[in-house]
């Protein structure tokens, strides 16, 4: 009958192991594949996210390499001679010559533009701005030069260096090929002095130059991009349809030729 017993608790004894094997490896077997699902999850996420960031570059890359073509309207507009864009990276071509016609004694214009200059002129004289005159018009190239140089050694008459000095005047002359003056567009009106704010005649072209085809060529809120300082007494021709265009959106040139070739 002791024999009986303990063999039953022997076998009670060895029932428990098993069992208990048993749901070791299951704990074990369910460790693994949450394991392993994890990091499939993880792999998931993180090869998900690569795909989103792969898209993302492909899609920044495609913009930024994607040309806007502008549209039949721009183009013609930017192929106009009136806007033509000069500056300190967009030279003439040399070859360039425009037809020039005499305004009054030694000043030229460009023959296609003067009439706007000389109706705007007029029509000041007529509501009582008398005191107006155009103070420098068309400059060829060799003049230019000559008034850099001039320029230079004046600031360095002043205790300027030599790199002061040529950056000073980069500021207010451009270089040959590169002023709106060698195209025979631009005007500076009386004293090139900015005195020339305070007279009724800069009041007068700032409310009706846009009328005869002419824009305020350096605004003053403009000059990081134009990379010229304001100079209230500097008018540029562009035409009448492009000047009351660049009035109305209160933009400079270069903005202006920027928004016809992204529209």
């Known amino acids: 009958m002791e024999n009986n017993k303990n063999t039953q608790l022997k076998l009670n004894s060895n029932g428990k192991i098993f069992i208990y094997r048993i749901v070791v490896a299951i704990v074990f077997l369910i460790s693994i594949l949450?394991?392993?699902?994890?990091?499939?999850?993880?792999?998931?996420?993180?090869?998900?996210?690569?795909?989103?960031?792969?898209?993302?570059?492909?899609?920044?890359?495609?913009?930024?390499?994607?040309?806007?073509?502008?549209?039949?309207?721009?183009?013609?507009?930017?192929?106009?001679?009136?806007?033509?864009?000069?500056n300190y990276e967009n030279e003439m071509p040399k070859d360039y010559v425009p037809k020039l016609s005499v305004l009054e004694d030694d000043k030229k214009f460009d023959s296609r533009a003067i009439s706007g200059l000389i109706k705007m002129l007029e029509d000041m004289q007529s509501d009582g701005i008398t005191k107006i005159w155009a103070q420098s018009t068309y400059r060829d190239p060799t003049k230019q030069d000559k008034l850099i140089k001039e320029s230079i050694q004046e600031y360095l008459e002043q205790g300027k260096t030599q790199e002061e000095a040529e950056t000073l005047t980069a500021r207010s002359i451009g270089e040959p090929y590169k002023s709106e003056h060698n195209l025979g567009l631009a005007v500076d009106f009386n004293y090139v002095d900015y005195s020339f704010e305070d007279e009724p005649a800069f009041k007068w072209l700032m409310k009706h130059a846009q009328d005869y085809g002419f824009i305020l060529r350096y605004p003053e809120d403009k000059e990081e991009i134009t990379k010229i300082k304001y100079e209230p007494w500097h008018w540029r021709y562009v035409g009448t349809e492009y000047a009351k265009e660049i009035k109305e959106m209160g933009v400079c040139l270069e903005e202006y030729i920027e928004y016809l070739k992204n529209n």
């Open 34 to 86: 949450l394991v392993y699902g994890l990091n499939n999850l993880s792999n998931s996420k993180e090869s998900m996210a690569m795909q989103i960031n792969s898209n993302s570059l492909n899609a920044t890359t495609t913009e930024k390499t994607e040309e806007k073509i502008p549209s039949e309207e721009s183009q013609r507009k930017l192929q106009d001679w009136k806007l033509m864009l000069v």
